[in-house]
Each structure stands twice: as structure tokens, then as C-alpha cells.
């Protein structure tokens, strides 16, 4: 069975040791700079990536025309959908969720109940929204506290939706394990002064997401 054309797969050259079904953030689709320069990370790191975009960046893309994301329930039943897809696409492989910004949000959301199912071996978020843009109040962690499943985060540390000063002070679940890149912003984009660039944040991040998919070095 061919893969849906909404789909953008990138495979590494041998079996792939997992599936990441990769998720956009609020602004940017599937084919962004961050999405794609990630997929192609994460394949160098022995990952098969997913890209596929909600129903609101779908429209976008045939229209031209720039729509606000769905709900949060839309959201939610088309992630699940892609899970769905994937599951039964590559079976017997372990299938990882998450994505970048909001799609890391949605993902985390969907992540314990297919885990406890056995459907999904944990998730990635990369630049986890923590809070709403200047509203550090309206925390998005009330999931999070109890949360089992395997679950990787990173986070640049001057993200303005949830820097390390901020995070240290939510209460997070035991399976959910963070990573700090230092001085990075949302999108992993540190200062010059820093010493750091942009491109070695985001070669540093998939490693790192190998590194937690193989914590002996396997």
C-alpha cells in the first residue's frame, strides 16, 4: 500500500531502527526549514521521519490562504488519524509522536493513552509551548504532571513559552526527560555572543533523540 500523498517520508539508507511521526508547529507547514532540516537529522540518526500537516495548513496549502489552527479537538482526532495510518503502514517497528512547538503540545496529549495501549513508544517535543505567548500564567502542564510515558523534550534555554527558569518550577511526570540547549529560542536559534548556531542546536537535538532512544549506546 502507498503511503497517503499528504505524507512526506524520509528513510534512511538501511531499515529504519524507529518511525517519528513528525508534526508542524502553529505558524510554519510540514516543509518548513526547522521540519525538514530535523526529518533529514533524524533519518542521519537512523530514524524513519513522517511529516503531515492538520487540516488548517492543509487548507492553507491549497488555497494560499492563511488559517488559524483548528481546535484543539480537530487537532487531536487528525493526529490520532496519522497514528492510525502508521501503525498499520509500518507495523513491528516502534512508532514515536511528537513535533515542533504545538505539534509536540497535541502529541503529548495523545501520548499516554496510545503508550498504555501499546500502540506508540513514547514522544519527542521539540520546543515544547508551555504557555501561551506572554501569558506565562496559562500553563499547558496540567497533562504533563502525571505523565509515564516516555517523553523527551527539548528546550532552548531562553524559549520565551517556557525557559529553564520556568520549567524547573512545574511539576512533571517521571517518564518525561528534558534536554536544554543553551541560549536556544523557540526554534533552537541561539545569540552569536553564545558561542552556539542555530544548525549545531539542531544537529545537537537529533542526537539527542538517538541518544534517548538508545540510552546504552545499542
Not at 61 to 73: A, F, S, Y
Not at 75 to 85: C, E, N
Request: aromatic share 10%; with cysteine; proline share 8%.
Amino acid at each position: 500500500m502507498a503511503p497517503p500523498a499528504s505524507w512526506l517520508i524520509d528513510r534512511p539508507e538501511s531499515a529504519p531502527i524507529a518511525w517519528f511521526l513528525f508534526a508542524h508547529g502553529a505558524g510554519a507547514p510540514m516543509d518548513s526549514d526547522f521540519m525538514r532540516s530535523m526529518a533529514e537529522l533524524l533519518v542521519e540518526q537512523g530514524l524513519g521521519v513522517i511529516r503531515f500537516e492538520f487540516p488548517y495548513m492543509a487548507e492553507r496549502r491549497q488555497t494560499g490562504k492563511r488559517r488559524p489552527p483548528n481546535k484543539m479537538d480537530v487537532l487531536l482526532t487528525a493526529f490520532q488519524a496519522q497514528i492510525d495510518r502508521a501503525e498499520a503502514e509500518f507495523p513491528g517497528v516502534p512508532l514515536y509522536i511528537g513535533g515542533k512547538s504545538m505539534g509536540g503540545r497535541v502529541a503529548s496529549l495523545l501520548a499516554q493513552e496510545n503508550a498504555d495501549g501499546g500502540r506508540v513508544a513514547g514522544a519527542v517535543c521539540l520546543g515544547y509551548p508551555f504557555h501561551s505567548p506572554g501569558k506565562p500564567e496559562k500553563l499547558r502542564t496540567e497533562h504533563l504532571a502525571p505523565m509515564t510515558c516516555p517523553t523527551l523534550i527539548i528546550q532552548g534555554t531562553r524559549d520565551k513559552l517556557g525557559s529553564r527558569e520556568e520549567v524547573t518550577e512545574y511539576p512533571l511526570g517521571s517518564g518525561i526527560q528534558l534536554y536544554w540547549l543553551e541560549d536556544g529560542d523557540h526554534d533552537f536559534k541561539p545569540r552569536k555572543a553564545s558561542g552556539f548556531t542555530q544548525q549545531q542546536h539542531w544537529q545537537t537535538a537529533a542526537a539527542q533523540v538517538h541518544r534517548w532512544l538508545h540510552p546504552q549506546g545499542s
